[in-house]
């Protein structure tokens, strides 16, 4: 007979007992379930949940959940690969013990991202969190380094419920003290909940386009912080439901305007130190450094089939809308794609980093710095220059500028992103072939989803999925 103290292999050492543990404290605080979290390729949050009591259970032997979703699109329709996207099998979804919180915005409910591991015990090939946790590993095994990141997350505010049209929430001027007061009761209860759920607020103002706020959160490891990024998202939508208000994180809402972006901020650190600051290089960077950012500008046009995943996403990505369209970068400049930050005088040497701009949140975020990391690696690896620096709007240049400068517009379409990714050794050898081959079929799904639908009708068709 199979008991709590004899689970089968998938779970961690030591975590029946700490999950009982928490069940007890948990329930005492009045929660009664908990959410089982994790993306899909398509950037949809994708959920179970369990009483507080079966808590220990999930610990010691997971939760059934099939790996058909793992080639499911935004509006749930099915496509396969050789491998995925038939009914049969099942997976077990882990709960990570560490990264589990009550949820303040939800009264009654826990939060915790999970590890989708085979019936075997072996870690599933479709699982974006393992596939960055295994990059983070090699990195720091066979080059000593280790990263920090932190996702920006911009939204929609709109009338509620959500569905159908968007109605901004705010008659307030991009980051106008309007619309902060319209917003204040909200958002005030926004960070009292993350506050709560101890995650470190940077900034929460309103942003550009009609109804947007966007809010910035300190920098964890890659893992920790693409979890973060699903929980801070899990809590903005249901502090906004508590205040009968509608959140969108499509890329874009309407088809004609700025869109909602979710940039990646990323460091690169050897024994404590910053590799992007305190040295001979351009703007302080370590000739590592500057390779690693010359492998991610190397690599963008492939990458924004991981980065900038929806159809939707191309709506957004348009020049001179501070969405970085060009494989260009530079200091502090917002229209290039990868922008280097150094941080005030005084905290250069902890605030320094590469904010990688084409990037939005119909992005796995697992996924988006798994491929990033790999694409950084390769430079630093391969000792890449990185070229001349660019200033003002790269949209300026002429064509022959451009070119002698090696900036080069990024895919247009979701259908130039794929065939750009599907010619990328190095981002399909980071993602395994089962995962590469997901992403294509279920880009390539998501076009068809959308043919022939014009710029408005893409937007509607996404506005409500993430």
Same mark, same amino acid.
């Given at each position: 007979m199979t008991t709590l103290a004899d689970p089968v292999p998938g779970g961690r050492p030591g975590d029946v007992e700490r999950a009982a543990a928490l069940a007890g404290e948990l329930t005492g605080r009045g929660v009664h379930g908990v959410v089982l979290a994790y993306v899909d390729t398509a950037g949809v949050t994708r959920v179970k949940t369990v009483p507080t009591a079966r808590l220990a259970s999930a610990a010691a032997w997971g939760v059934g959940m099939s790996p058909v979703f793992d080639t499911f699109l935004a509006d749930d329709s099915i496509v396969s690969t050789d491998v995925l996207g038939s009914p049969d099998g099942d997976l077990r979804l882990y709960p990570d013990l560490d990264r589990l919180v009550a949820l303040v915005g939800q009264p009654g409910w826990a939060w915790a991202p999970v590890d989708r591991i085979t019936q075997e015990g072996e870690p599933h090939p479709g699982c974006g969190r393992t596939v960055l946790r295994r990059i983070v590993a090699e990195a720091? #095994?066979?080059? !000593?380094?280790?990263? #920090?990141? !932190?996702? $920006? %997350? $911009?939204?929609?505010? =709109?009338? /509620? +419920?959500? =569905? /159908?049209?968007?109605?901004?929430?705010?008659? /307030?001027?991009?980051? !106008?003290?309007?619309?902060?007061?319209?917003?204040?009761?909200?958002?005030?209860?926004?960070?009292?909940?993350?506050?709560?759920?101890?995650? $470190?607020?940077e900034q929460l103002h309103p942003e550009y386009a009609a109804g947007q706020f966007e809010i910035s959160v300190g920098a964890l490891d890659p893992v920790a912080a693409a979890d973060r990024s699903v929980?801070? #998202?899990?809590?903005?939508?249901?502090?906004?439901?508590?205040? /009968?208000?509608?959140?969108?994180?499509? +890329?874009?809402?309407?088809?004609? &305007?700025?869109?909602? &972006?979710?940039? %990646?901020?990323?460091?690169?650190?050897r024994d404590g130190v910053n590799l992007h600051s305190g040295s001979t290089g351009r703007y302080g960077m370590t000739a590592e450094a500057e390779s690693f950012a010359a492998g991610i500008l190397a690599r963008l046009p492939a990458l924004t089939a991981v980065t900038a995943p929806s159809p939707a996403s191309y709506l957004r990505l348009r020049p001179s809308r501070w969405a970085g369209v060009f494989t260009a970068w530079g200091r502090e400049t917002r229209e290039a794609a990868v922008r280097v930050v150094t941080g005030t005088a005084g905290v250069r040497d902890q605030a320094a980093n590469l904010e990688v701009k084409p990037v939005d949140l119909a992005a796995n975020p697992y996924l988006a710095l798994a491929c990033l990391i790999a694409a950084g690696l390769d430079g630093l690896t391969s000792l890449v220059p990185l070229p001349e620096e660019i200033t003002g709007d790269p949209a300026r240049l002429d064509t022959e500028e451009a070119a002698a400068r090696g900036v080069r517009r990024l895919p247009a379409s979701l259908g130039e992103a794929v065939e750009e990714f599907r010619e990328d050794p190095v981002l399909r050898a980071a993602l395994g072939p089962v995962l590469a081959d997901a992403v294509t079929a279920v880009r390539l799904g998501e076009i068809a989803v959308v043919a022939g639908l014009d710029d408005e009708r893409v937007a509607a068709a996404y506005r409500w999925k993430y």
């Open positions: 720091s #095994r066979r080059h !000593g380094l280790a990263f #920090r990141a !932190g996702i $920006e %997350i $911009e939204w929609s505010m =709109g009338q /509620g +419920p959500p =569905g /159908g049209d968007f109605v901004p929430a705010t008659t /307030g001027p991009a980051y !106008g003290a309007a619309r902060q007061v319209e917003m204040s009761d909200c958002t005030a209860d926004l960070l009292a909940a993350l506050a709560a759920q101890d995650v $470190e607020v929980l801070v #998202r899990q809590t903005v939508r249901a502090v906004a439901a508590r205040h /009968g208000l509608a959140v969108s994180f499509a +890329p874009a809402v309407v088809g004609e &305007g700025v869109g909602n &972006g979710g940039h %990646i901020h990323l460091s690169a650190w």
